[in-house]
């Protein structure tokens, strides 16, 4: 949506190599989430987040309310990371989540 | 447990004819979305109940409808099917309480229209 911008749209990745996602908001945000689309189109949670960073395994995200954006590291990029991944941002609690348009990540041998 | 259920997976439906979509959550989460997920698009809110309170987007008011009978179901119901309806629909659940409002989705049913 308008409120959420991710970049890149896409993004090439050899193995063992890292990147980072980024979401920009044009409004306030009061959390954020992460997810990682699989190949059968459902929504995998990878972290929720109302400031700060959190870090899983080879993933980390930071959410700097702020300054309206957050952040995915991919850090050791493995074949299984591939996917899209997609921000989504709440303005405020009771609402539901609007999602950015995905970047698309291909991890490659 | 944090699973979302939904059903069926896959679903064909014939234009002009009702679609009747389901899901559940076992969490006692207070609120249930219903999200639509178009390729190349980022998933779009349809609605979403708050307890009973049923909250419908404007652009899609007319569209969807849905109930929730208890806590734990929530269906999205399409009177009459268009080819625009064909989409991955998406459940999703959240506790919705304080600043931890994680939403979990489902495996989605992917609605094909002809």
């Known amino acids: 949506g308008d409120q959420v911008e991710q970049s890149p749209s896409a993004l090439s990745l050899h193995e063992g190599t890292g990147s980072a996602l980024r979401c920009n908001f044009t409004t306030t945000m009061r959390a954020v989430q992460w997810f990682q689309q699989n190949s059968r189109g459902s929504l995998i949670n990878l972290f929720y987040?109302?400031?700060g960073t959190k870090e899983n395994g080879r993933l980390k995200s930071t959410f700097n309310s702020k300054e309206s954006y957050s952040t995915l590291h991919i850090r050791d990029a493995q074949l299984e990371d591939s996917g899209t991944y997609f921000c989504a941002a709440a303005y405020n609690y009771a609402q539901g989540l609007t999602f950015g348009l995905g970047t698309r990540v291909s991890v490659f041998p | 447990d944090t699973t979302v259920k939904q059903n069926p997976r896959y679903k064909l439906a014939r234009v002009g004819k009702p679609v009747n979509l389901i899901c559940s959550q076992t969490m006692n989460h207070d609120t249930m979305y219903w999200y639509q997920k178009k390729p190349n698009q980022a998933p779009k809110l349809l609605l979403f109940y708050y307890d009973k309170i049923l909250n419908r987007e404007a652009d899609t008011f007319e569209k969807f409808q849905s109930s929730r009978p208890n806590n734990s179901f929530c269906s999205l119901y399409i009177g009459s099917a268009g080819l625009e309806y064909s989409a991955m629909y998406l459940c999703a659940s959240s506790r919705a309480r304080g600043s931890q409002n994680t939403l979990y989705f489902g495996a989605g049913t992917r609605l094909s229209v002809l």
């Open positions: 987040l109302a400031s």
